[in-house]
């Protein structure tokens, strides 16, 4: 069973390390290794900005399996990290669905 929270400081290490993921890295727009460092004050400006940065975390069987992110500049953005360990086990449609639904619930806005 899928269930969705919003991003809390303890995902910071996850978050860092899914998105230190060989084929993550592979697949997003940089593929350099992150910094420590840098994520640490990518991730407080996130959490920080919850006008333009909507952070969640789906879980199966509350185990963390991926994060949904929303970004607002000129228009909304959506990103998608999937756990190397979940990839590849039809959960990214569904994740992207909790994810819309709680951007809906905890924002009382819709993207679309």
Same mark, same amino acid.
């Given at each position: 069973?899928?269930? *969705?929270?919003? *991003? ?10 899914? +998105? /230190? &993921? ?6 997003? +727009?940089?593929?350099?290794?992150? $910094? ?12 920080? /900005? ?11 069987? /509350?185990?963390?399996?991926?994060? *949904?992110?929303? $970004?607002?500049? &000129? ?9 190397? $360990?979940?990839?590849?086990? +039809?959960? +990214?449609? &569904? ?5 819309? $639904? ?11």
């Amino acid at each position: 069973m899928l269930s *969705v929270r919003k *991003v809390e400081e303890k995902d910071k290490k996850l978050i860092f390390d899914w +998105g /230190n &993921d060989p084929d993550t890295r592979q697949f997003s +727009g940089n593929s350099q290794i992150l $910094e420590w460092d840098t994520h640490v004050k990518w991730f407080k400006a996130k959490v920080n /900005n919850p006008m333009n940065d909507k952070l969640f975390i789906i879980l199966k069987d /509350n185990t963390e399996v991926c994060l *949904v992110r929303f $970004e607002k500049k &000129d228009n909304w953005s959506i990103g998608i990290t999937m756990s190397p $360990e979940y990839r590849g086990l +039809g959960l +990214g449609f &569904d994740c992207l669905r909790l994810g819309l $639904e709680a951007f809906d619930q905890f924002f009382s806005t819709t993207l679309y």
